[in-house]
């Protein structure tokens, strides 16, 4: 598959190749038990890696290049995806792909960043960092599902918002801003699955949602490991500490109240299998957006907004209160 | 590597600074040696080349009310560290130098007050404390500092001083810009007016959020404002940044500021605005607490202040 080797993936590649090469011979019944022997193992061996990834190993997982981006879950989960394009203000902007689809039947609006595979597409893409117009787009197409009482599904994978020349100019702090307080007013279900990538604003500007659901080997975080090294250590190679400061995993995103639920992943990371991501992630979907549509549209944006009322309360000190 | 050597760093976001202690100061803009109680006079603007010298909260929230008379609320709320964080320093540390140095809670100071004799909410940010940054507290604050307006259909004004949200606190500082912006819709949707005042620097999180949410968004001259810091867009893009970028002057010019205002200027313009809110659309009552003011009193002073100005 030309997969992406990760470094604390290289004792697998490393069995893998010897099962390889024991492939390529004359099959005999000697070796075809070594390969069974190894493959047994390889599997228990990934299986042991990934289930005690360190923070700093999922970041990586979190950012591998074949890693399922949002048309590949459109591909798997929806169908009748119908793109619409463009905020009608500047541009369109492919790092964040919205459109029509239907979700078991029925009809709804997905949102999604979109990274881009190859280097040709990840340029296209601009590997998923979006400019404004891109997050005034998903707005505009949430507005529209709002209208016509759609649910939302946000798929978030970005490093975050283009920190670019252009993007400042035309508002990226502004069109953010007006995404998050929009978006806690919608009145239709909002689903939100951060399925790689959680990259600060950029990722809260199509994230504030009725449940936040986030795949296993994903990250959510106010800045970025090497960022927040830079900053704190002047020194962006102590991200590995930094990934750790920051509780940026599934697990510790839970604990924080910050997200509601954690989406197993295939051993050995959703970019292993993207179908089976998908069938895992589907479950998860159905259930998040049965409970919200129980909620009457008054009920959900109380609801939503009592949610993120409470975020930081787990940080909150009272002494003394006025 | 660029082909021209850049004359001086650019844009590197002004120091922050304090009241000037000494009886003589050197403005960091123009290096013009000033006498201090001119400066401070001045409301700590520079009478030499009018630039803005930042200001603690307490003194934002002093130069902003009639007669710098404010009631500070919503006290005694504290961050727990929440991830037990620690680079160079604890965090705990972090945070209990600068409850020592600013004198606050965290980076934000919440007050009741009148400007103009119009009863306001205020959340002034302190960027003495850990560079203004948003972590729970800040959050939290603000956002009830949001809801008491909206209770009391009360105006909010809130001045941004900020770095942005506070990686001391993960991504729960991340989620207190979805928790204010929430609170700002409610504002919104109650026709409570907002007005955001963007000072030297505000980036990151909170412009992000609720500093670019105003039902009028102004800035003080030169304020370094934008989403993400000048040095970050240079690493990113590689090349050297326009002259002016990301400063009020800019932001104006590209439509993303209603105005720029002068510190001298803003409490005129703010208890402006206030009238243009508060006067005949919605009377100003149901404050119900101690300011005495309503509507007939600030439309005399509305009066009062024209035949004078």
Redesign the interface.
Known sequence: MGMDILDFEAPLAALQKEIESLTGYPADAGKEREIARLSTKLDEMRREIYSKLTPWQTVQVARHSQRPYVLDFIEHLFTGFVEIQGDRRFGEDPAIVTGMAWFHDKPVAVIGHQKGRDTKQKIRRNFGMARPEGYRKALRVMRMADKFERPIFCFVDTPGAYPGIEAEERGQAEAIAVNIREMARIRVPIIVAVTGEGGSGGALAVAVGDEILIMEHSIYSVISPEGCAAILWKDAGRAEEAADGLKLTATDLLELGLVDRIVPEPVGGAHTAHRQTAQMLNKYLVEALERSERFSPEERVEARYQKFRRMGEVGLEVRNGS | MSWFKKEKAPLAPIQHSRMPEGLWTKCKECSEILYTKEIVKNLNVCPKCNYHIGLSAVERAKSIFDDERFEE???????????S????KNYGDRLSRSKKSTGLDDAVLIARGCIDGIPVVLAAMEYGFIGGSM???V??KI?RAVELALEERVPLIIVSRSGG???Q???????????I??????L??GKVPYISILTDPTT??V???????GDVNIAEPKALI???GPR??EQ??RQA??PG??RSEYLLE???LDMIVERKDMRKTLGRMLRFFTQSVKPATGSGSSTETDSSTSRSRVQKEESVS
Do not use: C, Y
């Open positions: 609320i919503e006290t005694g709320l504290f961050s727990n560290d929440p991830l964080f620690s680079d160079t972590g729970v507290v959050g939290e956002t949200a506070r990686m606190e993960g991504a729960i500082s991340l989620m207190q810009m979805a928790k912006s929430a609170a700002l819709a409610r919104d949707d990151g999180g412009t992000a959020s609720f500093a670019m949410l934008g989403f993400a970050v867009i990113t893009i940044l326009p970028f990301q590209h439509g993303m």
